[in-house]
């Protein structure tokens, strides 16, 4: 599983991944998950990379993932790069998830809609929504 939140990633990590890897451009946010990876004794389980989504994607991530989280900052088009990245290297499963947190659903609909993405679901905690997608099958 790749998540893009330290907070997912060891939920996951203690309900059962295998394996997690987690990113961050921010030294903050890098320090705060290494933290919680050494509080909960995950570090067999857990990758962590200072480096943005994109070089994690490109680079980390060399085999196919059952789930991947991505939390990008709200306001931006990173959400569409990041599924653009994930089809084209075909590192997500074939019934795997990408699950995507936003607070702007109908623009992430309107963006990713020239991918090859289904919304299979979508979810709402307060303000935010949390999108699940799937691979189109061919």
């Given amino acids: 599983m790749f998540a893009g939140s330290g907070a997912i990633g060891l939920e996951a990590a203690s309900r059962g991944a295998k394996k997690v890897i987690l990113g961050d451009r ?3 946010a890098i320090n705060i998950i290494k933290k919680n990876i050494e509080k909960t004794h995950m570090e067999k389980e857990t990758e ?3 480096l943005d989504y994109k ?5 980390k991530i060399k085999e196919k993932q059952d789930y991947i989280f991505l939390d990008p900052p709200y306001k931006s088009n990173l959400l ?4 653009r990245i994930i089809l084209k290297k075909d590192i997500l499963e074939e019934n795997g998830l990408i699950i995507a947190e936003t607070d702007t659903l109908e623009k992430v609909k309107e963006t990713i809609r020239s991918l090859k993405i289904d919304i299979v679901d ?5 303000r935010n929504q ?3 997608l799937k691979k189109v099958s061919n």
Wanted: hydrophobic share 45%; net charge negative; no cysteine.
């Fill in 55 to 59: 070089k994690i994607l490109e680079t």
């Fill in 130 to 132: 949390f999108l699940f």
């Fill in 122 to 126: 979508v979810r709402e905690y307060g």
């Fill in 80 to 83: 569409y790069e990041a599924i």
């Fill in 26 to 28: 921010s030294i903050d």
């Fill in 48 to 50: 962590v990379y200072k």
